[in-house]
């Protein structure tokens, strides 16, 4: 085991643990620190939460987001990383003089990889100030999930900026979809240091045991059908989203760009393909 992975894993314990005062000071700590605001959350009172992982997956209130009627929305909160179009042998751009392809992030999964040849993509990182929770960007019917073993990198900008291939490299999820507009999609988790956990709504805690070889689950037919906005997966403490499109199916709208702060539920496409 690495010293990340055995970092993360205590990290994952502590957060667990209901510590009383203890977890209150911390979570107010937190709070200071990263400028959380937590006005916008269900339970704004620190005390509210009796572990520090409720409180980083803490809810919204209802009126908090609201959900754009477009075809596609902002899965998170966070800012963006890069966005743009994936090449024709699946080359996705990473930050200056770093990229990685569909397939690196895929886990070798040629078929699927392919699919997103000529493609477009959107990253999104979530800091710790952040919402955790994770949402449809558009209506989805689940086809498949992969969790890929891997690395703990941070994915914090400066890191991204300096690690080749690195949300290729680290712990992640893969999420199939289908989408009768947009049609096959991905949705990734990319996992990171002192993320404890990754889950989702239909499977629960996907890497508790941190597995060492790929596990996939093909749904078929038996699929859950996920609509806009709805909420699919949390991230135990913070990391990044990937949305992986097919050709011609996406154009984003022109106000995105790196380090755009963006938040759950407003559209990401141009008006004209909406």
């Known amino acids: 085991m690495s010293l990340k992975q055995y970092i993360t894993i205590l990290a994952g314990k502590l957060a667990n643990r209901e510590g009383g005062a203890l977890t209150t000071w911390a979570i107010k700590r937190f709070i200071k620190r990263y400028k959380v605001n937590m006005q916008e959350a269900l339970h704004p009172d620190p005390s509210s939460y009796s572990t520090f992982n409720e409180f980083f997956t803490r809810e919204l209130k209802p009126d908090a987001r609201s959900i754009n009627d477009s075809n596609l929305i902002c899965p998170v909160d966070g800012s963006i990383s890069q966005l743009g ?3 024709d042998n699946g080359s996705i751009f990473q930050a200056k ?4 392809t569909a397939m690196q992030l895929l886990a070798g999964n040629t078929e699927l990889a392919s699919r ?3 493609g477009s993509f959107i990253t999104i990182y979530l800091s710790p100030r952040d919402y955790h929770r994770i949402h449809m960007p558009c209506d989805g019917k689940l086809l498949a999930m992969h969790y890929v073993p891997g690395s703990l990198y941070s994915v914090n900008p400066k890191t991204v ?5 690195l949300f290729a490299r680290n712990e992640r999820l893969v999420c199939e979809f289908e989408n009768d507009i947009l049609g096959r999609f991905v949705l990734v988790m990319v996992g990171a240091t002192i993320v404890g956990s990754m889950s989702t709504q239909w499977h629960g805690v996907v890497n508790a045991s941190r597995p060492a ?3 996939s689950f093909d749904y078929g037919v038996t699929g859950p059908t996920l609509e806009k906005g709805d909420e699919m997966g949390q991230f135990q403490l913070g990391s990044t989203v990937i949305l992986l499109f097919e050709p011609n199916k996406v154009v984003f709208d ?3 760009m790196e380090k755009s702060p963006v938040q ?3 559209s990401l496409i141009h008006t004209q393909h909406q």
């Open 85 to 87: 179009n994936i090449a």
């Open 97 to 100: 003089g770093h990229k990685y």
């Open 116 to 118: 997103f040849n000529n």
């Open 161 to 165: 900026a300096r690690v080749p291939e």
């Open 213 to 215: 070889d790929i596990q």
């Open 254 to 256: 022109n106000r995105l």
């Open 264 to 266: 759950l539920g407003e």
